[in-house]
């Protein structure tokens, strides 16, 4: 069983995993990070990605041992602090694209990734939005709500959103 060193959200962990070990189940079993979600495990629903080396990648087809030496990224590390959110986490919220919040870690990983590529490029294309969001399946009512928040995280869109719960900043 190799011993393997994991960069996880800034922090440095040693595991001895089986060669065969996900890394979903390193992140969820070992280290408790269980923000990322397991869906279809085949990597189409895209509920487990995060973020290796600032890039999305699905942990449910990467093998732990093929993490070794990178950076990770999880939802657990996207928040500046416990008292803020991170603007794609604050969008999501606003306009109610969080639905039964299955999905909603994957999603919001995938669209960090584009908010950080995009910081200092000024707003994001909506070809880039709908490409991003186009790697999730959301089993809920529907994409609405996520493709607006979506927009509004990343600029592409500044109006108040339709669907946002009561009390929500609009």
């Known amino acids: 069983m190799p011993e393997i060193t994991l960069h996880v959200n800034g922090r ?11 890394l979903t189940d390193a992140l969820r079993d070992r280290l408790g990070l269980t923000g990322t979600h397991v869906g279809c495990e085949h990597g189409v629903c895209g509920a487990c990605t995060v973020l290796m080396d600032d890039r999305p990648v699905r942990a449910c087809l990467t093998l732990a041992v093929q993490a ?5 990224r999880t ?6 602090s416990e008292d ?12 109610h694209g969080l639905q039964c919040g299955f999905c909603t870690p994957g999603i919001v990983m995938s669209l960090v990734a584009l908010h950080e590529r995009a910081e200092g ?4 294309a909506e070809e ?15 994409y609405r709500n ?3 928040a979506a927009r509004r ?3 592409a869109d500044t109006a108040p959103c339709e669907h946002a719960p009561e009390g929500a900043d609009r």
């Open 68 to 72: 070794e030496g990178r950076r990770i």
């Open 75 to 80: 939802v657990e590390s996207v928040a500046p």
């Open 146 to 148: 996520i493709t607006a």
């Open 128 to 142: 880039e939005i709908d490409e991003t969001l186009s790697g999730h399946l959301c089993r809920c009512t529907g």
């Open 153 to 155: 995280a990343l600029g």
């Open 12 to 22: 440095e962990h040693r595991l001895d995993v089986p060669d065969r070990m996900l």
């Open 84 to 95: 803020a959110l991170h603007p794609v986490q604050q969008a999501m919220r606003d306009c």
């Open 121 to 124: 490029a000024g707003t994001v």
